[in-house]
Nanobody, 121 residues
Framework: QVQLVESGGGLVQAGGSLRLSCAAS????????MRWFRQGPGKQRELVAT???????NYADSVKGRFTIARDNAKMMVYLQMNSLKPEDTAVYYC???????????????WGQGTQVTVSS
């Protein structure tokens, strides 16, 4: 059974910081790209950050300079360090990863259940 589980969300004041974690588990052969998405109230889900298998990164313009994505391949984890948080960052944050399962040939995209981040002013 393969799953992604996020943690680290919570309530913070504007200007504060949070670090989100996502742990992959199960019969995973390899992990390609890992990503963080978010979905604010009444908004569509948007891509926040991507990190490839060789640690190349990409960020949404709205979070550049404030957020940092990182991964630990040995632990099969991906992180999102969020600094200088703004109320507009309030959203459910979702972990996403391309996973290859043992004895299966293709990568498939998996999602975590989401973790709530609320930024107060």
């Amino acid at each position: 059974q393969v799953q992604l589980v996020e943690s680290g969300g919570g309530l913070v004041q504007a200007g504060g910081s949070l670090r989100l974690s996502c742990a992959a588990s199960g019969n995973i052969f390899s992990i390609n790209a890992m990503r963080w998405f978010r979905q604010g109230p009444g908004k569509q889900r948007e891509l926040v950050a991507t990190i490839t298998s060789v640690r190349s990164t990409n960020y949404a313009d709205s979070v550049k300079g404030r957020f940092t994505i990182a991964r630990d391949n040995a632990k099969m984890m991906v992180y999102l360090q969020m600094n200088s948080l703004k109320p507009e960052d309030t959203a459910v944050y979702y972990c996403n990863a391309d996973l290859k399962i043992w004895r299966y040939s293709d990568y498939e995209e998996y999602w975590g259940q989401g973790t709530q981040v609320t930024v107060s002013s």
